[in-house]
């Protein structure tokens, strides 16, 4: 079994609706990854937080929201969503990759979002 | 160029079989190489690490070749649990050490047949 775990496992929501995708670790990992997946394609890299700070940010529109309340959780607020963004929404954790090689990543079961 | 490319797919092997895996990356700064492996509908999950003098996990083999920017992947005697895709998955550290992105390879299918 995973030791990230995400909520809820499935969602459906409409386009004016706002949510929430929560993540946690228990694994002392400092950094904590969003990825998006569409089918058939491989996980894309939206939010990478390390320390509780934001530092990286592939250019997501700005209805996907990432907050880091503490070194165990992340949630990703999510408002005003359109039809094309439901994909599986996964979430990862490493350790904090300064001066450690081989910083695998940890990912939880998903969100599978659909939007309608 | 895409930054991780892996042989297309898929494979369709039976069962006992070798196969073996492909990956190229791009960006010779990568730190970091693993192999994961993703079921159906499933989050992906680690396979194993790839280090520079090679590694083996049972029936799994992996290679890295620096220069070449290349990445191996061996399964021997093939299951039909094996049947998954296969992610190549490359690190890039950040400048100043800090954790990078994980790259991801769009992925091989396999299928193990009886």
């Known amino acids: 079994d995973t030791e990230v775990t995400q909520t809820p496992k499935h969602l459906v929501m409409g386009m004016t609706n706002k949510k929430s995708l929560k993540c946690e670790q228990h694994?002392?990992?400092?950094?904590m990854y969003w990825y998006k997946q569409k089918a058939k394609k491989p996980p894309e890299l939206m939010f990478v937080?390390?320390?509780?700070?934001?530092?990286i940010n592939e250019s997501v529109p700005s209805r996907f929201s990432p907050e880091c309340p503490n070194s165990s959780l992340l949630n990703l607020h999510l408002h005003a969503l359109q039809p094309e963004d439901s994909a599986l929404y996964l979430c990862?954790?490493?350790?904090?990759?300064?001066?450690?090689?081989?910083?695998?990543?940890?990912f939880g079961q998903g969100t599978r979002l659909t939007v309608v | 160029r895409k930054e991780v490319e892996q042989d297309p797919g898929p494979f369709n092997v039976p069962e006992g079989a070798t196969v073996a895996f492909n990956c190229t990356y791009s960006?010779?700064?990568?730190?970091?190489f693993f192999w994961y492996r993703q079921d159906c509908r499933k989050e992906p999950k680690l396979l194993m690490s790839?280090?520079?003098s090679g590694n083996e996990d049972g029936r799994f083999t992996a290679q890295l070749n620096r220069a070449s920017q290349y990445i191996s992947l061996l399964i021997r005697d093939s299951k039909l649990s094996d049947s998954a895709t296969y992610l190549c998955?490359?690190?890039?550290?950040?400048?100043?050490?800090?954790?990078?992105?994980?790259?991801f390879g769009k992925g091989t299918k396999l299928s193990v047949k009886p």
């Open positions: 990862a954790s490493s350790q904090e990759g300064a001066g450690k090689r081989n910083t695998e990543a940890f």
């Open positions: 694994m002392g990992h400092r950094a």
């Open positions: 937080y390390s320390y509780e700070k934001l530092s």
């Open positions: 960006n010779s700064a990568s730190q970091s």
């Open positions: 790839v280090y520079s």
């Open positions: 998955v490359v690190n890039m550290e950040v400048y100043g050490g800090s954790q990078g992105n994980l790259i």
